[in-house]
C-alpha cells in the first residue's frame, strides 16, 4: 500500500501549482490577492514537507502578516487612483487594458528560459551527493550557536546576510525618496471587538517575535522570522490608526532603519581591527555578537516592513479631508 | 498511528481544496476573503499533526505564527473596505 503521506505530498504538489494557474488566470484583482494568500498558506506546508521549517517560519510571518495586508492596499490605493471609491470599493472592478501580444509572448519567452535554467541546474547537481550537510555539521562548534541555519547565516556566509539586509534598506531609501505625503489625523478607537483583539493578540505578537529571535540560536527561528512577526503590530498599529507616522518621528525611524546594517557592519569592522577576518568572531564572544547583530537586525526589519507598508515618508500631519491610505 | 495520522493530513487538505470553491466562486469579497481565513485554521491544524508525523518539535512555532498573524489581513481587508466606502 502506497505511504499516505506520499499521497498528502502529491496533493500538495498538485495543488500548488494549480494555486499558481488559479492566481495567474483569475481576472478579478480581489480574487487574484485572495488566491495569492492561499498559496503563500500551502506553499508554507511545502516547505515543512521538504524539512525546511526555517523557510516555513519565514514564509508564514511574510505571507500571512504582511503580503496579504500590502496586496490589499495596494489595490485600495489603485481604486482610490482610478477614481472609483465612490461605489463600495471592494466590489469595484479595475478594467487594465489589454496586454500586446508580444509583451506576453517576452514575457513566455523571458519564464521560459528561467525555467530551463532551473531544469539544467537541476538535472546537473548530483542526485545523491553529500551536500554541505558534513562541511557545516563539521564547522559547528566553532560556530557559536546550536541551529546550523543560523550558524551558516549569521556566521558561515554572514557576509551574504549583510547585503541582503542592506537590500531592505535599500528598498525603504527609495520608498521614501520617491513617495512623501500627508499623515492621516489619529483616528477615533475602533470598536469593541478590535480593542478586545488588540488587547490579546498585539503582546503576544511581541511575545511571539522577541521569542523567534531568541529561539534562532538553537532551533528555527532568527532575525528575519522575529521581525516579520514584530511588523505585523506595526502593520495593525497603521492599520486602524491607532499609531500614526509624524514628521517628527522620522530622526527615529530612520534611526532604526540604519540600526540592523550599522550594528553588522560595526562587530565585522570590529573583528577585523582585531587582526582577524571581518567576520571570524572570536568563539568566546560568537554566541553574544551573532544575538547582537541578530537584535539589531530584527529591529530594522520590523521597523523597515512597517514603514514599507505604509509607503511613504511622513511630511505633515492632515487633520481632515479624504483620506488616501 | 502515522497511517492514520497522514490520512487525517488528507482529509485537512482535502478541506481546504474544497474550500477554495468559494475563494473562485464568491462572489462577495467577504465570501473569498473568510474561506482563506479559515485555511489559515485548517493549516494550523495540518502543522500540529506533522509535527507529530514528522517528529518535529519546530511546527508548533510556526503553526503558533500562522495563528497569531493570520488576523492581519483580515483587520486590512476590514479596515480598507470600510474606508472605501466612506
Same mark, same amino acid.
Given at each position: 500500500?502506497?505511504?499516505?503521506?506520499?499521497?498528502?505530498?502529491?496533493?500538495?504538489?498538485?495543488?500548488?501549482?494549480?494555486?499558481?494557474?488559479?492566481?495567474?488566470?483569475?481576472?478579478?484583482?480581489?480574487?487574484?490577492?485572495?488566491?495569492?494568500?492561499?498559496?503563500?498558506?500551502?506553499?508554507?506546508?511545502?516547505?515543512?514537507?521538504?524539512?525546511?521549517?526555517?523557510? %516555513?517560519?519565514?514564509?508564514?510571518?511574510?505571507?500571512?502578516?504582511?503580503?496579504?495586508?500590502?496586496?490589499?492596499?495596494?489595490?485600495?490605493?489603485?481604486?482610490? #487612483?482610478?477614481?472609483?471609491?465612490?461605489?463600495?470599493?471592494?466590489?469595484?472592478?479595475?478594467?487594465?487594458?489589454?496586454?500586446?501580444?508580444?509583451?506576453?509572448?517576452?514575457?513566455?519567452?523571458?519564464?521560459?528560459?528561467?525555467?530551463?535554467?532551473?531544469?539544467?541546474?537541476?538535472?546537473?547537481?548530483?542526485?545523491?551527493?553529500?551536500?554541505?550537510?558534513?562541511?557545516?555539521?563539521?564547522?559547528?562548534?566553532?560556530?557559536? @550557536?546550536?541551529?546550523?541555519?543560523?550558524?551558516?547565516?549569521?556566521?558561515?556566509?554572514?557576509?551574504?546576510?549583510?547585503?541582503?539586509?542592506?537590500?531592505?534598506?535599500?528598498? @525603504?531609501? =527609495?520608498?521614501?525618496?520617491?513617495?512623501?505625503?500627508?499623515?492621516? #489625523?489619529?483616528?477615533?478607537?475602533?470598536?469593541?471587538?478590535?480593542?478586545?483583539?488588540?488587547?490579546?493578540?498585539?503582546?503576544?505578537? @511581541?511575545?511571539?517575535?522577541?521569542?523567534?529571535?531568541?529561539?534562532?540560536?538553537?532551533?528555527?527561528?532568527?532575525?528575519?522570522?522575529?521581525?516579520?512577526?514584530?511588523?505585523?503590530?506595526?502593520? /495593525?498599529?497603521?492599520?486602524?490608526?491607532?499609531?500614526?507616522?509624524?514628521?517628527?518621528?522620522?530622526?527615529?525611524?530612520?534611526?532604526?532603519?540604519?540600526?540592523?546594517?550599522?550594528?553588522?557592519?560595526?562587530?565585522?569592522? &570590529?573583528?577585523?581591527?582585531?587582526?582577524?577576518?571581518?567576520?571570524?568572531?572570536?568563539?568566546?564572544?560568537?554566541?553574544?555578537?551573532? /544575538?547582537?547583530?541578530?537584535?539589531?537586525?530584527?529591529?530594522?526589519?520590523?521597523?523597515? /516592513?512597517?514603514?514599507?507598508?505604509?509607503?511613504?515618508?511622513?511630511?505633515?500631519?492632515?487633520?481632515?479631508?479624504?483620506?488616501?491610505? | 498511528?502515522?497511517?492514520?495520522?497522514?490520512?487525517?493530513?488528507?482529509?485537512?487538505?482535502?478541506?481546504?481544496?474544497?474550500?477554495?470553491?468559494?475563494?473562485?466562486?464568491?462572489?462577495?469579497? %467577504?465570501?473569498?476573503?473568510?474561506?482563506?481565513?479559515?485555511?489559515?485554521?485548517?493549516?494550523?491544524?495540518?502543522?500540529?499533526? /506533522?509535527?507529530?508525523?514528522?517528529?518535529?518539535?519546530?511546527? &508548533?512555532?510556526? =503553526?503558533?505564527?500562522?495563528?497569531?498573524?493570520?488576523?492581519?489581513?483580515?483587520?486590512?481587508?476590514? @479596515?480598507?473596505?470600510?474606508?472605501?466606502?466612506?
Amino acid at each position: 500500500m502506497i505511504d499516505p503521506l506520499v499521497i498528502f505530498d502529491l496533493l500538495l504538489a498538485l495543488g500548488i501549482v494549480a494555486l499558481a494557474v488559479a492566481a495567474l488566470a483569475t481576472r478579478e484583482s480581489f480574487a487574484m490577492i485572495v488566491v495569492f494568500i492561499v498559496f503563500g498558506l500551502v506553499s508554507a506546508l511545502a516547505w515543512v514537507r521538504l524539512s525546511a521549517p526555517d523557510v %516555513a517560519l519565514a514564509e508564514a510571518a511574510i505571507g500571512t502578516g504582511v503580503t496579504g495586508a500590502l496586496l490589499l492596499k495596494t489595490l485600495h490605493h489603485l481604486r482610490c #487612483a482610478t477614481g472609483q471609491p465612490g461605489q463600495n470599493a471592494t466590489q469595484a472592478q479595475i478594467s487594465a487594458p489589454p496586454v500586446p501580444v508580444g509583451v506576453t509572448l517576452a514575457n513566455a519567452a523571458f519564464c521560459g528560459l528561467i525555467t530551463l535554467g532551473l531544469a539544467v541546474a537541476f538535472l546537473g547537481a548530483p542526485a545523491a551527493g553529500p551536500g554541505f550537510e558534513g562541511l557545516v555539521a563539521q564547522a559547528m562548534p566553532q560556530s557559536g @550557536v546550536e541551529h546550523p541555519v543560523t550558524a551558516v547565516l549569521l556566521n558561515f556566509r554572514a557576509y551574504d546576510t549583510l547585503m541582503e539586509v542592506v537590500v531592505l534598506l535599500a528598498a @525603504v531609501i =527609495a520608498v521614501w525618496q520617491i513617495e512623501r505625503g500627508l499623515s492621516d #489625523a489619529p483616528a477615533p478607537v475602533m470598536g469593541e471587538v478590535w480593542q478586545g483583539f488588540a488587547r490579546l493578540a498585539l503582546p503576544a505578537i @511581541v511575545v511571539v517575535g522577541t521569542y523567534l529571535l531568541w529561539v534562532g540560536a538553537e532551533a528555527p527561528g532568527g532575525a528575519f522570522q522575529g521581525g516579520a512577526v514584530l511588523a505585523a503590530v506595526g502593520l /495593525l498599529l497603521l492599520l486602524t490608526r491607532a499609531y500614526v507616522p509624524q514628521p517628527a518621528h522620522r530622526g527615529i525611524a530612520r534611526g532604526a532603519f540604519v540600526l540592523g546594517t550599522a550594528a553588522f557592519a560595526l562587530v565585522a569592522l &570590529l573583528v577585523a581591527s582585531g587582526g582577524r577576518v571581518a567576520f571570524e568572531y572570536p568563539l568566546a564572544h560568537a554566541k553574544t555578537l551573532i /544575538l547582537l547583530i541578530e537584535g539589531m537586525v530584527t529591529l530594522s526589519i520590523a521597523v523597515t /516592513l512597517a514603514a514599507l507598508f505604509h509607503g511613504r515618508e511622513p511630511m505633515a500631519l492632515k487633520h481632515e479631508g479624504k483620506d488616501d491610505t | 498511528m502515522t497511517n492514520f495520522l497522514s490520512l487525517i493530513l488528507i482529509v485537512l487538505l482535502l478541506s481546504i481544496f474544497a474550500g477554495l470553491i468559494r475563494v473562485f466562486r464568491g462572489p462577495a469579497p %467577504a465570501e473569498r476573503m473568510l474561506a482563506a481565513q479559515l485555511f489559515g485554521t485548517a493549516s494550523v491544524a495540518i502543522l500540529l499533526v /506533522l509535527s507529530q508525523v514528522m517528529q518535529m518539535q519546530a511546527l &508548533l512555532d510556526v =503553526a503558533l505564527v500562522f495563528a497569531l498573524l493570520g488576523a492581519v489581513t483580515l483587520v486590512a481587508f476590514v @479596515v480598507l473596505a470600510e474606508r472605501g466606502a466612506r
